[in-house]
């Protein structure tokens, strides 16, 4: 069996490989929101469950309303989270208890209804295409 020239193998790798490559970047763009999503702004979770500082330890160890409470500090001040990676999140403010489409950006439940069809409110964090947290949200899940 005749092996195939070098060139030839090069350009079907990379007419192969590159469609790959700009499918995962484009569905880590598209994932990171979609339009029907619904945002809480800054001033109605205020008004649901105040303003504590962020305390990595209490976010990281607290219940939901522990977590709610920081919301808006997070939200206010999110620099300490933008370019982190995923994994630098979870040492950060432990394993993720939410979640957003695919599993790809963390997510942090802080209020959940104790009715069936009541409203789940989580804190997101959306990822870039170099999977590190471009922005951080309040999400109904």
């Known amino acids: 069996m005749k092996k195939w020239p ?3 193998r090069l350009c079907l790798a990379v007419i192969l490989i590159f469609p790959l490559g700009y499918v995962a970047w484009g569905v ?3 994932v990171s ?3 029907r999503d619904e945002f ?3 001033e109605t979770a205020r008004k649901l469950w105040g303003e504590s500082p962020f305390d990595a330890d209490k976010f990281k160890n607290g219940d939901e309303a522990a977590r709610a409470s920081m919301a808006v500090s997070i939200l206010k001040n999110p620099k300490p989270f933008i370019g982190k990676t995923v994994p630098e999140l ?3 403010l432990g394993p993720q208890t939410g979640f957003y489409r695919f599993d790809m950006n963390p997510a942090y439940i802080i209020s959940e209804s104790d009715k069936a069809d009541g409203d789940t409110w989580q804190i997101l964090f959306l990822i870039d295409r170099h999977y590190k947290i471009k922005s ?3 999400h109904k899940n």
């Open 90 to 92: 979870r040492q950060i």
């Open 40 to 42: 809480m702004s800054l």
């Open 6 to 8: 070098r060139a030839l």
């Open 33 to 35: 929101e979609m339009p």
């Open 136 to 138: 951080v949200k309040i």
């Open 28 to 30: 880590a763009e598209v």
